[in-house]
């Protein structure tokens, strides 16, 4: 950077607390104009409340933001968006029912009436999508478009207010690698038009792949700031979680026993009555992790609710070693599963793992209160076990802090993930369902939660590993499976795929097709 | 049934269609911008008292209208902070709110004018007169056209008209303006919004207090031009009605008219025709009166196929981390 061109973003000092916790400490950033700048660290360490701050969302307790060179106070979005700020949120910010060119003037018209402001839009909305490769039709419905296109929708609407300094929050959580591809070369594209970009992100892939300077932040602390090309993935992740930690899984090859979980014909649907599994069949061995990949709401979700006890089948069949067990009526209940060796880690922890305002040892004992274990007569339940049972379980899956009467609420989700693991993994099943175990979870958590899972497997278990983060299919599973719109698209080795040919897959193209 | 009873049946149903017509617009505004109000009812309720005492006393009916909207708008507000500021259950504050109106009219009536929950009479210049149309006179003796436009369309209060011309005013702001995107947007991603740097609680605020005006009309019309003063409970549910009427209408402004012309025609066929015969059984006359509540239940059921309300209907609007 030259003397004379100011920094894009500079941030000094700034602090944010939300009561006891400091969510920022002194934060300073600098961005040069025309780059791409990645912030990483784990969850809770202050990203999302630095850039909330930065797009006026919250008020920062101490510190200066310059935008340009220039001190910009920013008590609100409106301000952020007139200091040419946009910001494209993580769960995107989009009208529904609304039309794409809608959207986009939402909050920016030109008038009190609209026609005039849709009118132009849609002229501006043509020259930016001929400039950078955001293609959409300006007429169509964003519930009717897919995510990669509603993302791109964001994009526009911040283009169309101006803004030079974009704020994308984990982009590509939801996208297929395609999809993903695709948006890093408009974000490259809009670098070589000046813009600048910061990149929040929990995969550090992506960047190493597109950014040109990166900052850590761990405890709300910014702890490192360094340039991409000086730096390795193994680097960040140590400054990120302030020990070595371990990227790579490490496993020996599987040796499958027999079939443990043997589905047909599967079929099912979701509450709207809409076909979701349309006729799976899947096999799962002893001793072997299958992971289903895919992006999400493809069905992935259904087969694991149907296999947990959670939503009845339509149709077909499923064997739990080698014995049909029901797909309808109250003998298919979770309670039921879990008598068959059925063990089921669900995809939201939050909301079907366990009940937010509960303590910890009461979320320990779900689904499994008929443990003898925990009776103390025919009538009462012995809550000192389950309690004393909660202490130990916390203990050996390193729960912090280990205590069982911290409301579930008050864990960090890689603590609140492990309750939930602990709690299924050590009735050492026979099948264990896993669903995103580590979303939202923290590195030093996924190394140990990947571990378990490995163990469990070594163990003789079988293992259905739902995920869209493929990273982590590719290197836990022992098969994978790929499913698109209710079907399994094809069953992969993982030493003999790549990203490449699974993300197509994913998208729904086949070889033939391909 | 002759041509003279059609004419009469139909006058009559705008005429009961009037009050349920601004109350259901009224809740429009309010729900498009995701604030659920079965305060409808205690509204009109309060409005209604308030025009007729204020007309009685004044003998001025436009002050009376007046004085009914700013006691209706003052009942919108408080639903507002309580659902909007304070983030308080929707339901719950109109509830409150309906009981509100039921207890205090009939309190505060009997104390001003001590006829047990009633206000007076009104006299002529305390009502709305009913507005004779140009040329209805002359162009009485056309067959058919003629009554049409002479009973039908002309001779009815200024308040009917407005109503009647609310519709298209709301068509036009709700998908033809910056206000309507914005208060459309609201009711469905309140997070959109305020993204885009619009206030959300402003926007909230703002569609209460319409609904406030417009109720303040209903409730002004019942008892300063459908009728000639105040009674306790004269509302008699018109506001759940044009609840349900909304719903059948799945919260759009053409099709709210719809609804609520069915509901006015079967609340007059009921008052009109009191001892019907079908397939030669006499239908009680309660049957019938009862006709439109039927009808409410029916629709509220999900008989009339899926209505999808405004996504973030009911849901206090808090900024997420």
């Not at chain 1, 920062?60 to 935008?67: H, P, Q, S, V, Y």
């Not at chain 1, 979005?77 to 007139?82: E, K, L, W």
Request: with cysteine; charged share 20%.
């Amino acid at each position: 950077m030259t003397d004379t061109e100011p920094y894009a973003i500079e941030l000094k000092g700034i602090s944010k607390a939300f009561g006891p916790v400091q969510a920022n400490k002194d934060i300073s950033l600098h961005v040069r104009k025309g780059a791409i700048h990645g912030i990483v660290g784990e969850n809770g360490a202050g990203k999302s409340t630095l850039m909330s701050i930065l797009y006026g969302f919250y008020k920062a307790d101490a510190g200066e933001i310059l935008i340009n060179g220039q001190p910009t106070p920013i008590p609100d979005s409106q301000a952020a968006i007139r200091a040419g700020i946009g910001m494209v949120h993580q769960h995107f910010k989009l009208v529904e029912n609304f039309t794409v060119v809608e959207n986009v003037i939402l909050g920016a018209e030109d008038g009190a009436l609209l026609q005039p402001s849709i009118t132009k839009a849609r002229r501006i909305l043509k020259e930016l999508s001929d400039e950078y490769e955001l293609h959409v039709d300006p007429d169509s419905v964003i519930e009717e478009i897919s995510v990669g296109h509603q993302q791109r929708v964001e994009i526009l609407k911040q283009l169309y207010r101006h803004a030079d300094i974009l704020i994308l929050d984990e982009p590509t959580g939801v996208l297929t690698p395609a999809e993903a591809d695709h948006l890093f070369r408009i974000l490259n594209g809009l670098k070589e038009q000046g813009k600048t970009i910061i990149l929040i992100t929990h995969k550090l892939r992506e960047i190493m792949e597109v950014t040109d300077t990166v900052s850590v932040m761990r405890r709300g602390e910014m702890t490192a700031t360094v340039q991409t090309a000086d730096t390795s993935p193994e680097e960040l992740a140590e400054l990120m979680v302030g020990r070595k930690v371990l990227l790579r899984v490490d496993k020996a090859p599987a040796n499958p026993g027999e079939v443990v979980l043997d589905i047909k014909d599967l079929r099912a649907n979701d509450d709207q009555k809409v076909e979701r599994l349309k006729g799976i069949s899947l096999q799962i061995r002893a001793g072997e992790i299958l992971g289903i990949a895919g992006v999400a709401g493809n069905g992935q979700s259904e087969l694991l609710e149907v296999l947990g006890g959670m939503i009845a089948a339509t149709g077909g069949s499923i064997a739990v070693n080698g014995e049909q067990i029901d797909l309808t009526g109250t003998s298919s209940d979770g309670q039921s599963r879990r008598a068959r060796g059925i063990a089921h880690v669900p995809e939201d922890r939050q909301r079907e793992g366990l009940i937010m305002p509960f303590m910890a040892w009461e979320n320990m004992g779900f689904g499994y209160h008929h443990d003898p274990k925990y009776q103390k007569n025919r009538l009462f339940m012995d809550n000192a076990a389950l309690k004393q049972d909660t202490a130990e379980k916390m203990e050996r899956f390193d729960v912090r802090p280990p205590n069982p009467f911290l409301e579930a609420k008050n864990f960090s989700g890689g603590n609140q993930q492990k309750i939930v693991v602990a709690r299924e993994i050590e009735r050492n099943p026979d099948l264990l369902l896993i669903g995103q175990p580590t979303r939202g979870v923290d590195i030093g958590a996924i190394e140990f939660i990947h571990k378990q899972i490995i163990a469990l497997r070594d163990e003789g278990k079988a293992i259905l590993l739902v995920s869209v983060e493929l990273d982590e299919i590719m290197s836990l599973s022992d098969r994978i499976a790929v499913m698109f719109d209710g079907h399994i698209m094809g069953e992969r080795l993982p030493s003999e795929t790549d990203e490449g040919e699974l993300g197509l897959l994913m998208a729904g193209v086949t070889k033939g097709a391909a | 049934m002759d041509f003279a009873t059609l004419i009469q049946l139909l006058d009559s149903s705008i005429r009961l269609a009037t009050p349920l017509l601004l109350a259901c617009l009224a809740g429009l505004y309010s729900e498009r911008a995701g604030i659920f109000d079965i305060g409808l009812e205690g509204k009109i309720l309060i409005s209604a008292f308030f025009s007729a005492s204020i007309a009685f006393t004044t003998g001025n009916v436009w002050l009376g209208l007046l004085a009914g909207i700013a006691s209706s708008m003052v009942f919108a507000l408080l639903h507002g902070v309580a659902s909007i500021t304070f983030r308080g259950n929707q339901l719950i504050s109109g509830v409150a709110i309906n009981f509100l109106a039921a207890g205090m009219t009939v309190v505060v009536s009997d104390s001003w004018f001590s006829l047990g929950g009633r206000t007076p009479q009104l006299e002529t210049s305390g009502r709305f007169q009913n507005i004779t149309l140009p040329f209805a006179e002359q162009l009485q003796g056309v067959p058919i056209l003629g009554p049409i436009y002479h009973d039908l369309i002309s001779g009815h209060s200024i308040l009917v008209y407005a109503a009647f011309l609310i519709v298209p005013l709301t068509w036009w702001l709700l998908y033809r303006t910056r206000f309507g995107l914005r208060l459309r947007a609201v009711g469905e991603n309140p997070a959109a919004v305020d993204t885009a740097g619009i206030s959300v609680v402003r926007m909230r605020f703002t569609a209460v207090l319409i609904c406030g005006v417009l109720c303040g009309i209903a409730g002004a019309y019942l008892s300063t031009s459908l009728s000639a003063g105040f009674v306790r409970e004269m509302s008699a549910g018109r506001g759940f009605i044009a609840l349900a009427a909304l719903i059948f209408a799945k919260w759009r402004p053409w099709y709210a008219l719809m609804a609520c012309l069915l509901f006015g025609l079967l609340d007059a066929t009921g008052s009109l025709f009191q001892n019907i015969r079908l397939l030669g059984i006499s239908v009680p006359v309660q049957f019938m009166q009862a006709l439109p509540y039927i009808l409410t239940v029916v629709i509220l059921a999900g008989f009339v196929g899926k209505a999808i309300p405004p996504r973030a209907g009911g849901e206090p609007y808090v900024k997420e981390r």
